[in-house]
Protein backbone atom coordinates (compact mmCIF):
# COMPACT_ATOMS: atom_id res chain seq x y z
CA UNK A 1 0.00 0.00 0.00
CA UNK A 2 1.40 3.08 -1.02
CA UNK A 3 0.85 5.97 1.22
CA UNK A 4 1.78 9.38 1.18
CA UNK A 5 1.15 11.62 4.22
CA UNK A 6 2.13 15.35 4.72
CA UNK A 7 2.10 17.25 7.95
CA UNK A 8 3.36 21.05 8.84
CA UNK A 9 0.42 22.73 8.15
CA UNK A 10 -0.96 25.72 10.04
CA UNK A 11 -1.68 29.23 10.45
CA UNK A 12 1.23 31.84 9.87
CA UNK A 13 1.07 35.13 9.65
CA UNK A 14 2.08 37.23 6.25
CA UNK A 15 5.62 37.48 5.67
CA UNK A 16 6.31 34.38 7.91
CA UNK A 17 7.87 30.76 7.15
CA UNK A 18 6.57 27.43 7.47
CA UNK A 19 7.81 24.04 6.46
CA UNK A 20 5.87 21.02 5.20
CA UNK A 21 6.87 17.37 5.24
CA UNK A 22 5.81 14.01 3.46
CA UNK A 23 6.46 11.07 4.22
CA UNK A 24 6.34 8.23 2.16
CA UNK A 25 5.53 4.52 2.47
CA UNK A 26 4.79 1.53 0.34
CA UNK A 27 7.44 2.72 -2.85
CA UNK A 28 10.95 2.20 -3.71
CA UNK A 29 11.13 6.16 -2.89
CA UNK A 30 14.49 7.08 -4.88
CA UNK A 31 12.90 5.94 -8.06
CA UNK A 32 10.13 8.55 -7.59
CA UNK A 33 9.87 11.99 -9.16
CA UNK A 34 7.87 14.14 -6.17
CA UNK A 35 6.03 17.05 -5.99
CA UNK A 36 3.87 19.59 -4.06
CA UNK A 37 0.42 21.08 -5.67
CA UNK A 38 -1.79 23.28 -3.71
CA UNK A 39 -5.58 24.61 -4.09
CA UNK A 40 -7.45 27.16 -2.57
CA UNK A 41 -10.89 27.48 -2.55
CA UNK A 42 -12.67 28.83 -5.65
CA UNK A 43 -9.34 27.62 -7.54
CA UNK A 44 -7.93 24.84 -9.55
CA UNK A 45 -5.31 23.11 -8.21
CA UNK A 46 -2.18 24.68 -9.12
CA UNK A 47 1.69 23.24 -9.66
CA UNK A 48 3.82 24.21 -7.08
CA UNK A 49 7.24 22.72 -7.03
CA UNK A 50 8.60 19.71 -8.22
CA UNK A 51 12.07 17.16 -7.62
CA UNK A 52 13.58 14.56 -9.40
CA UNK A 53 14.62 11.29 -8.35
CA UNK A 54 17.67 12.05 -7.06
CA UNK A 55 17.06 15.50 -5.52
CA UNK A 56 19.54 17.16 -8.09
CA UNK A 57 17.10 18.89 -9.78
CA UNK A 58 14.36 20.88 -9.34
CA UNK A 59 11.74 23.13 -10.73
CA UNK A 60 9.00 25.78 -9.86
CA UNK A 61 6.49 28.32 -11.26
CA UNK A 62 6.56 31.59 -11.13
CA UNK A 63 4.47 32.06 -8.38
CA UNK A 64 6.87 30.22 -6.03
CA UNK A 65 10.27 30.73 -7.08
CA UNK A 66 12.75 32.28 -4.85
CA UNK A 67 10.26 32.06 -1.77
CA UNK A 68 9.72 28.04 -1.71
CA UNK A 69 12.77 25.02 -1.51
CA UNK A 70 11.76 21.65 -2.15
CA UNK A 71 14.06 19.12 -0.91
CA UNK A 72 13.98 15.31 -0.29
CA UNK A 73 16.01 12.54 1.71
CA UNK A 74 15.88 9.64 0.43
CA UNK A 75 17.49 8.01 3.17
CA UNK A 76 14.65 8.84 5.43
CA UNK A 77 11.81 8.68 2.44
CA UNK A 78 10.60 12.25 2.86
CA UNK A 79 10.03 15.20 0.69
CA UNK A 80 10.37 18.76 2.17
CA UNK A 81 8.64 22.35 1.36
CA UNK A 82 9.98 25.23 3.23
CA UNK A 83 8.11 28.25 2.36
CA UNK A 84 9.37 31.65 3.17
CA UNK A 85 7.92 35.14 2.98
CA UNK A 86 4.20 33.63 3.00
CA UNK A 87 1.45 35.91 1.68
CA UNK A 88 -2.06 35.72 2.08
CA UNK A 89 -2.74 33.99 -1.55
CA UNK A 90 -0.42 31.28 -0.63
CA UNK A 91 -3.23 30.12 1.62
CA UNK A 92 -4.77 26.12 0.57
CA UNK A 93 -4.28 22.93 0.91
CA UNK A 94 -0.88 21.24 0.30
CA UNK A 95 -0.52 18.05 -2.01
CA UNK A 96 2.27 15.68 -1.73
CA UNK A 97 2.20 14.20 -5.06
CA UNK A 98 4.90 11.45 -6.54
CA UNK A 99 5.16 9.73 -10.30
CA UNK A 100 8.20 7.51 -11.36
CA UNK A 101 6.80 7.80 -14.91
CA UNK A 102 8.07 11.91 -16.04
CA UNK A 103 9.97 11.90 -18.49
CA UNK A 104 11.01 15.52 -17.00
CA UNK A 105 10.08 17.34 -13.71
CA UNK A 106 9.27 20.77 -15.62
CA UNK A 107 6.39 18.02 -17.25
CA UNK A 108 5.04 17.73 -13.59
CA UNK A 109 2.43 20.46 -13.80
CA UNK A 110 0.99 19.01 -16.46
CA UNK A 111 0.72 15.37 -14.95
CA UNK A 112 -1.89 13.83 -12.69
CA UNK A 113 0.39 11.73 -11.06
CA UNK A 114 0.55 8.30 -9.49
CA UNK A 115 -0.08 8.91 -5.77
CA UNK A 116 -1.31 11.54 -3.91
CA UNK A 117 -1.47 12.68 -0.16
CA UNK A 118 -4.19 13.71 1.87
CA UNK A 119 -3.04 17.26 2.06
CA UNK A 120 -2.31 19.31 4.90
CA UNK A 121 -3.91 22.79 4.85
CA UNK A 122 -1.68 26.31 5.18
CA UNK A 123 -3.14 29.51 6.10
CA UNK A 124 -1.75 32.43 5.77
CA UNK A 125 -3.22 35.66 7.12
CA UNK A 126 -2.75 39.27 6.51
Known amino acids: QVQLVESGGGLVQAGGSLSLSCAAS????????MGWFRQAPGKEREFVAAINWSGRSTYYPDSVKGRFTISRDNTKSTVYLRMNSLKPEDTAVYYCAADERLPSIATMQYSSMQYWGKGTLVTVSP
Open 26 to 33: GLTFSTYA
